[in-house]
């Protein structure tokens, strides 16, 4: 059987899944100020439509899962559908993006399902900040579900960084100290102009040589980690003297589609190519119309034909995508 390539050979093996669109944070980059329409229960894949999609996609390459949301983790019983990924042959990573308000009261459950790897996103250190940035008021949580998910052995716990001039790269220095004290890796992202409606502003871009720069000059020269099998699109450091790993994202200024070896399905049941580029095909529908393991393959081999060779965005030429962030699946 063909593996999952798209048309210049890139070989996808990584399926991104947003399981809602729901989050218990409004974080202002990620989701419009004003009221926007959450997706009803009957619109949202289910759960043995989503193990569908999984054991028809392993035989054509695709070894590594990821839960998305809007916040995977508000989303009920979500333990029960990592164990049931967990026990399909040839799966052999299933990681979680959350915001981490929920991981210390369900991180345990997570683990023992056989969840492998967490990404928890955190933009601030400093409680007031992070109330303006997520309109909520749970820093506290954020960093109990931190602590939790070093304590239950998941490695490597990644926190990711949103970098925005103006309003964190005052805290540059402070994220780089965790990954000095702690055995996590702190990984900066470029400020992406996704969702037309959530005031993405270039003036608050930095990019990551500047991070870079910054943090070399407190920490000394970073040498770059070797890559592996589960490296993703972040160009990872030793931090010296570090228990942990600084990586950057320069999705903008130093993008990573040349080796881009994912697919994303949104909440509502789109499969879309790209992250940044608004081209969708509606996998729901042929699920529901009873499509069976080689109709849901074809769908997916038409769709990375039509992936594109990059996001065609660059520092300088920004067309924002029109979906939310919180509606695509992060």
Request: overall charge positive.
């Amino acid at each position: 059987m063909n593996v999952l390539n798209d048309s210049i050979g890139r070989k996808v093996s990584y399926l991104r899944i947003s399981v809602t669109d729901r989050c218990n944070l409004r974080c202002r980059y990620c989701t419009p100020e004003e009221q926007f329409p959450l997706l009803n229960h009957p619109d949202v894949l289910r759960y043995e439509e989503i193990l569908t999609v999984i054991r028809a996609l392993v035989p054509v390459g695709i070894d590594k899962v990821r839960l998305t949301g809007g916040e995977p983790l508000v989303r009920k019983n979500l333990d029960q559908l990592i164990g049931w990924i967990n026990d399909i042959n040839g799966i052999r990573d299933i990681s979680l993006t959350t915001n981490g308000v929920l991981l210390a009261e369900k991180g345990r459950l997570l683990r023992d399902a056989g969840l492998s790897r967490i990404n928890i996103s955190l933009d601030t250190l400093k409680p007031d900040k992070f109330s303006y940035i997520t309109r909520r008021n749970y820093f506290p949580q954020v960093m109990n579900g931190i602590e939790t998910a070093l304590s239950l052995g998941f490695s490597p716990v990644k926190i990711n960084v949103v970098a925005m001039r103006g309003f964190n790269d005052d805290e540059i220095i402070d994220f780089a100290a965790l990954a000095e004290r702690f055995p996590v890796h702190v990984r900066f992202i470029e400020y992406m102009p996704i969702g037309s409606d959530t005031g993405w502003q270039a003036d608050q871009f930095m990019p990551m040589h500047e991070i870079r720069r910054r943090i070399e000059e407190v920490y000394g020269p970073l040498s770059p980690v070797p890559e592996d099998d589960f490296a993703g699109p972040a160009k990872v450091f030793f931090l010296t003297g570090g228990q942990g790993r600084i990586g950057f994202i320069g999705a903008l200024s130093n993008h990573f589609c040349d080796r881009c070896n994912r697919v994303r399905i949104t909440a509502d049941g789109r499969l879309r190519p790209c992250l940044l580029a608004d081209i969708e095909f509606d996998l729901k529908s042929r699920l529901r119309h009873g499509a069976d393991a080689e109709e849901i393959r074809a769908l997916f081999f038409e769709a990375m034909a039509q992936k594109p060779k990059s996001h065609g965005m660059s520092c300088n030429t920004v067309k924002k995508c029109v979906r939310v962030m919180s509606s695509i699946g992060g």
